[in-house]
């Protein structure tokens, strides 16, 4: 862009970005008039300011930003502090002295709110294994679990939780108990070849890793955990120093997230 100055809204801004119509280092300043807006995670400066965030230290444009505050308003203290370090950059208020200076020790929450998923559908995975178990007589804790972190984390985190129950399926299928008499037919051992199917379905299965990107057709986590990956990036360059909890109602979730946070 052959421009000494240009000025354009944020959503014209990320276009030319994603279309690398604009480079990052041929920028000598950026000024934004709403900064805050950073920490809107369907703004585009949320992703503009990840993208400065992966940007070497070297290509990065110097950063102003301006807005109007309340300085009495520890709400909109905590805003300007939190745009400042996501941005990593000086933002300017009215009075930046007093905006910035009476934060004090205690933080303060952001809260983003998400609406429950409109739509959720079963994996292959499910609808495969429920043909051996219609009514989820047998493995039914497994598919209570893939049911809720389907909703809570999505569908990588669905399959994620067959994978994990493999462990304890190799061990139950070794016991003497599955031992049974081919030549007799019982309930007992419909349940085993119930049992055995299921293993040999999920053992053959061909699982994907979590794939974040919102705009692809393999994407494969929750908007939630997509939006909770996008936050915690803000925070690599503090690399050992940054300390975070998330805290949920399931312990099955929390071991869902841990994987895709893993992988």
């Given at each position: 862009m052959n421009k000494d100055v240009a000025v354009?809204?944020?959503?014209?801004?990320?276009?030319?970005?994603?279309?690398?119509?604009?480079?990052?280092?041929?920028?000598?300043?950026?000024?934004?008039?709403?900064p805050d807006l950073a920490m809107q995670l369907d703004s585009p400066m949320s992703e503009i300011a990840l993208a400065l965030a992966?940007?070497?230290?070297?290509?990065?444009?110097?950063?102003i930003g301006t807005?109007?505050?309340?300085?009495d308003d520890p709400e909109t203290r905590y805003v300007h502090v939190e745009t400042e370090r996501v941005l990593r950059a000086r933002l300017f208020g009215k009075d930046t002295h007093a905006v910035t200076s009476p934060l004090g020790k205690?933080?303060?929450?952001?809260?983003?709110?998400?609406?429950?998923?409109?739509k959720v559908v079963d994996t292959a995975l499910c609808k495969?294994?429920?043909?051996?178990?219609?009514?989820?007589?047998?493995?039914?804790?497994?598919?209570r679990s893939a049911k809720i972190v389907l909703r809570e984390v999505g569908s990588f985190a669905s399959d994620w939780v067959w994978r994990r129950a493999l462990k304890n399926m190799d061990k139950e299928l070794d016991s003497p108990l599955y031992e049974v008499d081919n030549s007799v037919d019982s309930p007992e051992k419909q349940e085993i070849?119930?049992?055995?199917?299921?293993?040999?379905?999920?053992?053959n299965w061909t699982f994907t890793i979590p794939n974040l990107d919102i705009g692809s057709r393999g994407f494969n986590v929750s908007p939630k955990i997509a939006s909770l990956v996008q936050i915690l990036q803000c925070f690599q360059k503090d690399a050992e120093k940054f300390r975070g909890i998330v805290l949920?109602?399931?312990?099955?979730?929390?071991?869902?997230?841990?994987?895709?946070?893993?992988?």
């Open positions: 354009m809204s944020g959503h014209t801004f990320l276009h030319y970005y994603q279309s690398e119509a604009i480079v990052f280092h041929q920028i000598g300043v950026l000024v934004f008039q709403q992966e940007t070497i230290e070297e290509e990065k444009p110097r950063i807005f109007l505050q309340r300085p205690k933080p303060k929450e952001l809260i983003i709110r998400f609406g429950p998923p409109k495969h294994l429920r043909t051996f178990s219609k009514s989820e007589v047998y493995f039914r804790p497994e598919f070849n119930t049992r055995r199917n299921v293993y040999k379905s999920i053992k949920v109602r399931r312990r099955i979730t929390a071991l869902a997230i841990v994987e895709v946070l893993r992988t």
